[in-house]
Nanobody
């Protein structure tokens, strides 16, 4: 089970940093993604980072959000800048890795981010 934290109430234009921590070292060879789900909407991928460090961002967050990882701490971060009200959602982290052709898929519990004045 992953632990996601760092959400809260942020003013428009503000910043927040989400953290996703894993209990084991499998993080270092996982692709880790941050997803979000707003009320009445489907869950969408916000950003992801592979074990090799390749990055992927949704168009809506490019230039504002940065995903990074610290394998020594088994933690992935999502730095969110220039936040907008439409970024309001529950944010989830996900880790996926393969071992012996078996897919392992872990989710965090979600953390609420509310962007409002």
């Amino acid at each position: 089970q992953l632990q996601a934290y760092g959400g809260g109430l942020v003013q428009p234009g503000g910043s927040a940093r989400l953290s996703c921590a894993a209990p084991g070292s499998f993080f270092s060879f996982s692709t880790v993604g941050w997803y979000r789900q707003a009320p009445g909407k489907q869950r969408e991928l916000v950003a992801s980072i592979t074990s090799g460090g390749s990055l992927n961002y949704a168009d809506s967050v490019k230039g504002r959000f940065t995903i990074s990882r610290d394998n020594a701490k088994n933690t992935v971060y999502l730095q969110m800048n220039s936040l907008k009200p439409e970024d309001t959602a529950v944010y989830y982290c996900n880790a996926v890795f393969f071992r012996l052709e078996v897919r392992y898929d872990y989710w965090g519990q979600g953390t609420q981010v509310t962007v409002s004045s």
